[in-house]
């Protein structure tokens, strides 16, 4: 358990370094309705992450594998094709990040979040971490980590768990700061915001080429 754990915490700190998600929950915090619509998104980040990863594990149990022998054919093609596809967009990243002098531009839907009801914020979350490319993508090699290695039940509850509570915890962070101390909170929420919209391209350019060397390494390393 403790070797797959080792495996996926790259993977759960590659979903919880998404300044996007990290954006759109200080701005519901600083919205009229902080509370239910931070709440809401926290819970649907949370249920998004534990819904792809549970199914791609439920996948990754079922794909065939040699009974003897050190090599996973499988999993190594799914790390390969996985590491390619954030390498890629790594790339696109990059060569998308502002000039000297230009403002980071943001997704259009972040100007309605003032006027977002707790439904929306929960469905919002559901999207940004399970329908996500990039999260999409870590959900799948994590899965396929966890689902091979025939853990058993309670052992895979847990390395589940860990993957989530790891990949929730940048999103969690500014809420439960808001929850317990709000009249701070808005003065060090707006800094992070700031600093996070002006270099949110160059982080996830970094941060997505270190894990798809990683996975190609690994997935090369499988055969």
Do not use: C, H
């Not at 259009?108 to 990039?134: E, F, Q, R």
């Not at 915890?169 to 919209?197: F, N």
């Amino acid at each position: 358990m403790n070797a797959v754990i080792g495996d996926i915490l790259p993977l759960a700190l590659a979903v919880a370094i998404s300044p996007i998600p990290i954006i759109a929950t200080i701005l519901m915090l600083m919205s009229p309705k902080p509370r239910p619509l931070g709440l809401s998104f926290l819970g649907g980040w949370v249920v998004g992450i534990s819904v792809a990863v549970v199914a791609f594990t439920l996948l990754g149990g079922i794909l065939p594998e040699p009974e003897t022998g050190g090599s996973r054919p499988v999993v190594g093609t799914i790390q390969l094709i996985v590491g390619a596809l954030l390498l890629l967009m790594a790339v696109k990243q990059w060569r998308g990040r502002p000039g000297p002098g230009e403002d980071a531009e943001l997704p259009k839907w972040m100007a309605a979040i003032d006027t977002m009801k707790p439904g929306a914020a929960l469905g919002l979350a559901l999207l940004l971490s399970a329908v996500n490319p990039k999260n999409l993508l870590l959900a799948v090699a994590a899965g396929a980590s966890i689902g091979r290695a025939q853990l058993g039940t309670g052992p895979a509850a847990i390395v589940i768990a860990v993957f989530v509570v790891i990949a929730a915890v940048t999103v969690a962070a500014p809420v439960v700061l808001y929850l317990v101390a709000p009249g701070k909170a808005a003065d060090v929420l707006d800094e992070v915001r700031a600093w996070l919209v002006a270099n949110n391209a160059a982080i996830m350019a970094v941060l997505l080429l270190v894990i798809g060397t990683q996975l190609l390494g690994k997935g090369i390393g499988s055969f």
